[in-house]
Nanobody, 128 residues
Framework: QVQLVESGGGLVQAGGSLRLSCAAS????????MGWFRQARGKEREFVAA????????GSADSVKGRFIISRDNAKNTVYLQMNSLKPEDTAVYYC?????????????????????WGQGTQVTVSS
């Protein structure tokens, strides 16, 4: 079992920045691929960014490319999402997710159904 706790959400003006954190506990963090997803009101949950267990590979949705950066610190059992140049359409609840792989894996995952563990979410609101 892996427990995930997100933090760092809040209200920000368009063009601003936020950094989300997701702290993991319960298992060896370096064995897990991690991802960020978001869900706006009335919409389905969608992929934002992902990172492999080894940190060697990352991927992001076209809508956030060049603005959002995912990273992880395995020593701190934490994954981050640096969000820059925020837009009102980025407003959503942001979720952290984990998938068991193996230490050193270079694969990341973009599908909601590919993840086993989820955090409770953190609200990000971008005002225009």
């Amino acid at each position: 079992q892996v427990q995930l706790v997100e933090s760092g959400g809040g209200l920000v003006q368009a063009g601003g920045s936020l950094r989300l954190s997701c702290a993991a506990s319960g298992r060896t963090f370096s064995n897990y691929a991690m991802g960020w997803f978001r869900q706006a009101r009335g919409k389905e949950r969608e992929f934002v960014a992902a990172i492999s267990a080894s940190s060697g590979s990352t991927g992001s949705a076209d809508s956030v490319k060049g603005r959002f950066i995912i990273s992880r610190d395995n020593a701190k059992n934490t994954v981050y999402l640096q969000m820059n140049s925020l837009k009102p359409e980025d407003t959503a609840v942001y979720y952290c997710a984990a998938r068991r792989t193996y230490t050193g894996s270079v694969y990341y995952y973009t599908g909601v159904n590919e993840y086993t563990y989820w955090g409770q979410g953190t609200q990000v609101t971008v005002s225009s």
